[in-house]
């Protein structure tokens, strides 16, 4: 994965300081279709000038070893997006 960073390893800050250095990289960045969130979040990556393959997360087929790497050392809780819908109501 040496030239491929998915977009949750980046902040905002991260993005403009690459952009000021005129570091560009290609991109997977796996999305919703439709997300408000995930537009913002191309927007930026776009606006910094990185080129995006960007493919959609509901039709993968997604196995532990496919997700695994995707987590590093992260607590079991930090997997889940927090402010899914979903997840509030149990």
């Not at 408000?36 to 039709?59: C, S």
Request: net charge positive.
């Amino acid at each position: 994965m040496a030239n491929y960073l998915t977009p949750s390893s980046y902040g905002s800050a991260v993005i403009r300081i690459m952009k000021r250095l005129g570091i560009m990289v290609k991109i997977t960045f796996y999305e919703k279709p439709g997300c408000v969130g995930n537009y913002k979040q191309k927007a930026l990556l776009w606006g910094a000038g990185h080129v995006l393959e960007v493919r959609d997360m509901t039709i993968m087929q997604w196995t532990p070893e496919i997700l695994r790497p995707f987590f590093g050392d992260r607590p079991i809780p930090f997997w889940f997006n927090q402010s899914s819908p979903r997840l509030k109501s149990g």
